[in-house]
DNA sequence: CCGGACGCCTGTCGGC
DNA sequence: TGCCGACAGGCGTCCG
């Protein structure tokens, strides 16, 4: 899936065609995803207009006047704005129809993505209410991360991994990561230092920032608003090259699977 | 409370 | 070439 990088891509590159825009139509083909569409939920929108698009976490919130849209893109899902009336190919499912004729559409091959309706306060909302801070904000630092690990005994990765302690980090940013800090994935958390924790914030901050620039990662499915892939692959150090030389040291990657989550790191420079 | 395993789906890829 | 299993960017739920 589309991880934070790609999610925040994908915001920013739709924000423009939403925000203050008016909702003709929502058109729904396939109402089954990670949990059923609404029933009723195109009468809903129908008319409403969108008055700020936002993301927590990996969750696209489309502030409306008379609720909240939470979109969720699962594994494969993407969103382009495209003609309303072209016309829509497998595993499209969704259409926001806006006026001035373009429609926001979703594609999700596997349809682990959502679509929501929240007619109050989206942070109160079960998916929402428990989630941890934003990997990019003041109040993800150091000593947060060093207390939260106090208490824990899982690998590091599966640690940054887990969106009840930090938001926005999956599999992809967890290797790089951790590549960039010098830590061993599979490391438990109560055996780093603070002084180590404080570094890997700084590397998760500047992994995030770096592939948002780029416009994500582009494996197979993701594609940013406009179509086009993200780049950030080509920056990628350690996930997915198991066997390709270190980019520090030369010794060969090695893949392991730490929490059933295929992981990659150099053996040599993390420990 | 925590941690580990599973399942949801479809598509693709590598090995035989 | 064809088939079959493994695996894929997430995450809620269940069980011990």
Redesign the pocket.
Known sequence: ???LP?VETTRRGIAPYLEGKRIAALRVRER?L?WPVPEGLEAQVAGARVQALERR???LLLRLDCGTLIL?L???GSLRVLPATDPPQ??DHLDLVLEGGYCLRLRD????GALLWCPDSPEAHP?LRDLGPESLSADFDGPYLAQVAA?????VK?LI?D?GVVVGV???YASESLFLAGIHPQRACRRISAARYARLVGSIRQVLTAAIQQG???????RQADGSP?YFALSLRVYGRAGAPCPRCGAPIQARRI????SFFCPHCQH
């Open positions: 899936m589309p991880e790609e089954r990670r976490a990996k969750y969720h699962g594994m494969s497998r595993h091959p596997r349809r682990f998916l208490g824990r005994r899982v690998p599966s991994m969106s999956g599999n992809i994500g990662t582009t494996l197979r499915d993701f993200g929490g059933q989550r295929s």
